[in-house]
T-cell receptor, first 117, second 113 residues
């Protein structure tokens, strides 16, 4: 049973460039979440999907951030026109989608560390 | 709005000593609480959770946490720590509406020989 995977693990980019990160959830999980973690802080919720539907995106940090999950499996997070303040760890998590307490447990991937120079 | 407070940013402790990492939360709805552990350069691993039932929950590696509704706390304890427990520990509360976790700022546990 593989866990949540994320690619790439590290990304260095220059200010103004666009970047895209990928997340593959645990196979039977149909909820998928994105969080951002800056140095010395806990993760901060960005958005989440139930299958291919993006049910919450008001917490995306700006209109430069967007996320997709076109087939209800993997998801991508894109940041356009990156800024130095975007440097952070971007974490993906997944959970079961069925009702019940099991759906409340989120399992995290290793994260993608973004450095904007 | 929900929030989580971890008052201690760092907790140094000697190996085999007991430890308590404090967590207080605020929530106006049903409470679901979690502790996650993060080792250097890794993602978060679920350590233990309170969803319902017994207010004392345990992990497989000797940690335990007690949900205290009157004190709005979910402190994490271990009677005897190991060097390998050195990590960052995050307390979190679940927003059941948005399904989002709200995390505290973390506590770095530093176990010294």
């Amino acid at each position: 049973d593989t866990g949540v995977s994320q690619d790439p693990r590290h990304k260095i980019t220059k200010r103004g460039q666009n970047v895209t990160f990928r997340c593959d959830p645990i196979s039977e999980h149909n909820r998928l979440y994105w969080y951002r973690q800056t140095l010395g802080q806990g993760p901060e919720f960005l958005t989440y999907f139930q299958n291919e539907a993006q049910l919450e995106k008001s917490r995306l940090l700006s209109d430069r951030f967007s996320a997709e999950r076109p087939k209800g499996s993997f998801s991508t997070l894109e940041i356009q026109r990156t800024e130095q303040g975007d440097s952070a760890m971007y974490l993906c998590a997944s959970s079961l989608g069925a009702g019940g307490l099991g759906s409340y447990e989120q399992y995290f991937g290793p994260g993608t560390r973004l450095t904007v120079t | 709005a929900q929030s989580v407070t971890q008052l201690d940013s760092q907790v140094p402790v000697f190996e085999e000593a007991p430890v308590e990492l404090r967590c207080n939360y605020s929530s106006s709805v049903s409470v679901y609480l979690f502790w996650y552990v993060q080792y250097p350069n890794q993602g978060l691993q679920l350590l233990l959770k309170y969803l319902s039932g017994s207010t004392l929950v345990e992990s497989i590696n000797g940690f335990e946490a007690e949900f205290n509704k009157s004190q709005t706390s979910f402190h994490l304890r271990k009677p005897s720590v190991h060097i390998s427990d050195t990590a960052e520990y995050f307390c979190a509360v679940l927003d059941t509406g948005r399904r989002a976790l709200t995390f505290g700022s973390g506590t770095r546990l530093q176990v010294q020989p």
